[in-house]
């Protein structure tokens, strides 16, 4: 097919008319052409490459692939690389080749990376291992692009030999390593990037970036819906900052601030994670607009999610050029992002009111091996009239925590949580059979009474909970047993839950029910006293042992700056 439009060129960042013939899903021929009253184009709009997410997790969406396509496809979303690390820890390969043949079966651009740490660590329980082997058997696939985010950054310092090998096999198959270094610096920063690793989406300030992008990382910035760095990092773009980033660091980055050398500071805009509701409003259109409204400049911007994740994933698309795959966008304008259509290999798949195609379903057996839990499971036990714990804090719009202490009391040898101290009980279940139970507390939650409770628990994925008291974190828990996995609450007033039967992460529903679901539940526990933006997926993440700086596994309370268990109860 032929037609005329205004077309934005990303290579030389201009915008001008141009005659466009697409033929087998390509680009065939671009030819800018001058433009009279009695010349009009065809096209109503800008024609803008289609966007590129170039680091996700499609299964924190709770959505399959084919649903994720169909309602990214509304925001001009085009193409992801994602990286199946969750399903691959609840069933290995097994699980990694149903997301594939479920994005297959839809005309949306689905990139892979072979995830590099399944477990991300041996200090928890998986479903699955994927060693050097099961990484090279996914290399050899056309739809793994890359070597997914190096998330056992202390086996890359310290030359774990499994480690090293899945790296080098990456580079053996020419596919980028993806990064996963959460305040990492100096020497330990240098070691970790000896070995290749291409690219960081963990970084939360400025100085953090600045070091990694001056020793050659590319800078992920994360707008996702439980991490929220793009504030923190383009605070470098008001003129206020720059005094106190000078003062905060040393001379090595003076020059930097003194001529303000930030623009090309930056190479991508990522989600990492997105929930359904967030989805349903907005993608990478509106990760735009929040830039350009942070001081980014607009061109700049759209380079983040087109050529730039392009061309370092080798990829034939992100661009409106001859032999690119013709993956483009209609918007109203560049500033507003509001997408007209969508087309994906010519093809139009968004119209501007419905999604032109139809999706699939992914069918799995029950993933969920756990006995149903008592009262007791959760309790954990003292001698004496009080004691001090370690607590985990957690921060709203953050994967990193703090450690914190509180003193509470003992009732009949079992130690109580404080809600006035807004110290609750957390813990981690064990699903894979081994039945085993991990308590410890936390704070940040705030909820009054109830509990709530996920087998979405990264990267794992063995049920996590947090509650006001022993009781209800078990009706909880078993609630998602009887499941087969999902998300629940449970208090004196009321119960709800979001089924999740595949693999425990995801729901063949459309985005529109899994987020009505998610809205209901999150009004819940705002009812509970929770203030959190997105609490079940801050909940997620209090598993996640690999992020700063204490978490807890099914094996006990982490100390993720010294990768070490730590007690709960201090003597």
């Known amino acids: 097919m032929s037609f005329t439009a205004y077309i934005l060129d990303v290579i030389t960042d201009t915008i001008y008319p141009a005659k466009i013939t697409i033929e087998n899903g390509l680009f065939k021929e671009i030819t800018p052409i001058t433009l009279d009253?009695?010349?009009?184009?065809?096209?109503?709009?800008l024609m803008v490459p289609?966007?590129?997410?170039?680091?996700?997790?499609?299964?924190?969406?709770?959505?399959?692939p084919a649903q994720f396509a169909k309602i990214a496809v509304r925001h001009g979303t085009t193409a992801v690389v994602c990286d199946p690390h969750e399903i691959a820890n609840v069933l290995g390969i097994e699980g990694v080749e149903a997301m594939i043949d479920n994005a297959k079966q839809v005309p949306f651009n689905f990139y892979f990376a072979a995830p590099s740490c399944v477990p991300a660590t041996p200090?928890?329980?998986?479903?699955?291992?994927?060693?050097?082997?099961?990484?090279?058997?996914?290399l050899k696939k056309d739809e793994i692009v890359a070597l997914g985010e190096m998330m056992n950054f202390p086996g890359v310092i310290n030359g774990d030999e499994e480690v090293i090998r899945k790296i080098e096999l990456a580079?053996?198959?020419?596919?980028?390593?993806?990064?996963?270094?959460?305040?990492?610096?100096?020497d330990d920063l240098d070691k970790y990037l000896a070995q290749g690793i291409s690219t960081d989406h963990e970084c939360s300030n400025i100085i953090e970036a600045l070091e990694k992008k001056l020793k050659g990382m590319k800078i992920m910035v994360r707008d996702g819906s439980s991490a929220l760095n793009m504030e923190g990092l383009f605070d470098i773009y008001n003129d206020d900052s720059f005094l106190k980033y000078q003062n905060e660091f040393n001379v090595f980055f003076k020059d930097i601030f003194d001529n303000k050398i930030y623009s090309p500071l930056f190479d991508f805009i990522v989600s990492d994670d997105k929930h359904p509701n967030d989805l349903i409003k907005g993608h990478l259109n509106l990760s735009i607009k929040k830039a350009i409204n942070l001081g980014i400049d607009v061109l700049k911007a759209i380079h983040m999610v087109t050529?730039?994740?392009?061309?370092?994933?080798?990829?034939?698309?992100?661009?409106i050029v001859e032999g690119a795959k013709a993956d483009f966008i209609v918007l109203d304008s560049i500033y507003e992002c509001t997408v007209l259509k969508t087309y994906i290999g010519g093809e139009c798949v968004f119209d501007g009111e419905n999604v032109l195609f139809d999706v699939p379903e992914i069918e799995f057996e029950n993933s969920i091996n756990a006995s149903k839990k008592t009262a007791s499971d959760f309790d954990i036990h003292y001698d004496g009239d009080e004691c001090k714990v370690n607590v985990i804090e957690s921060l709203d719009g953050e994967l990193l925590t703090k450690k914190a202490t509180a003193k509470l009391q003992v009732k009949d040898g079992i130690v109580q949580p404080d809600i006035n101290q807004d110290v609750l009980k957390i813990?981690?279940?064990?699903?894979?059979?081994?039945?085993?139970?991990?308590?410890?507390f936390i704070k940040g939650f705030e909820l009054k009474k109830g509990a709530i409770a996920s087998s979405v628990a990264h990267d794992s994925h063995n049920i996590i909970v947090i509650g006001c008291d022993s009781e209800?974190?078990?009706?909880?828990?078993?609630?998602?047993?009887?499941?087969?996995?999902?998300?629940?609450?449970?208090?004196?007033?009321?119960?709800?839950?979001?089924?999740?039967?595949?693999?425990?992460?995801?729901?063949?529903e459309d985005a529109y029910d899994v987020a009505h679901d998610v809205s209901v539940l999150r009004n819940m526990a705002k009812d509970l006293g929770c203030q959190l933006e997105a609490p079940f997926l801050t909940m997620a993440f209090m598993a996640l042992l690999v992020i700063p700086s204490i978490k807890i596994s099914d094996k006990g309370l982490f100390d993720g700056d010294n990768f070490e268990f730590m007690d709960v109860i201090i003597d």
């Open 37 to 45: 009253e009695k010349y009009l184009v065809d096209v109503e709009g």
């Open 50 to 64: 289609g966007f590129i997410d170039s680091h996700i997790h499609i299964e924190s969406s709770m959505l399959t």
């Open 123 to 138: 200090f928890e329980t998986s479903g699955a291992i994927l060693g050097a082997s099961d990484i090279e058997y996914l």
């Open 171 to 186: 580079k053996q198959y020419g596919k980028p390593i993806d990064g996963h270094a959460p305040l990492l610096s100096r």
């Open 307 to 319: 050529i730039n994740p392009a061309q370092h994933y080798n990829l034939n698309c992100g661009a």
């Open 427 to 440: 813990a981690v279940v064990e699903r894979y059979g081994g039945n085993t139970v991990a308590n410890a």
């Open 472 to 508: 209800t974190m078990a009706q909880a828990v078993n609630r998602i047993i009887d499941d087969g996995g999902g998300i629940s609450i449970v208090s004196p007033d009321f119960n709800h839950s979001l089924p999740l039967p595949i693999a425990g992460l995801m729901s063949n």
